[in-house]
């Protein structure tokens, strides 16, 4: 006996209206597993716009911060397909903590371009500078997490083997988005502040 497909279970209930159906077991955990997950990161994104928006004074830098998140996401699933591993709950969850993690390398990028700019420097001289500047620092806390994942994403035991989705979401996620970031960020800022401006 073949598996029903959706379509099929669609097309049933179309000629027999009062057939109904739904998924129990697995199918329905991981159905509410997505759903928590999905409201958590909405949630965790509020929180995180927040925190950033106070001690900015601003609404509009936190989105340039925060905009370096979907290269994260870019970057999880980049590393999924590097090491041959399927997307599971666990990767989802490591999605959400790389959100946070993501946005460091943009708020250091950030501040140093507003500090920069406190100090009498042009809006194009700071964000020129912002780059080469914080580039070390920003780089090797990124290698440094990539690297301190590195040994879970290579173990081969039984039990270590179901965390490796979300090692390989926040390690390929964070070394894939600081790279964009540090051409992202800048650029994202000066276009914002030139549009603010009209300058």
Known sequence: MTALSKNDLDQITQEIPSVRYSFEGEQREQDDSLGSIFKNFIFAMIVVY???AIPFRSYIQPLVIMGAIPFGLTGAVIGHI?????LTILSLIGIVALAGVVVNDSLVLVNFINVY?????SLKEAVLEAGPRRFRPILLTSLTTFFGLFPLLMEKSIQAKFLIPMAISLAYGVLFATLITLIFVPNAYYIVEKIKYKT
Request: net charge neutral; glycine share 16%; aromatic share 0%.
């Open 117 to 121: 700019r406190a100090d009498g420097h």
């Open 50 to 52: 927040t925190l950033l």
């Open 82 to 86: 590097i090491m041959g591993q399927n």
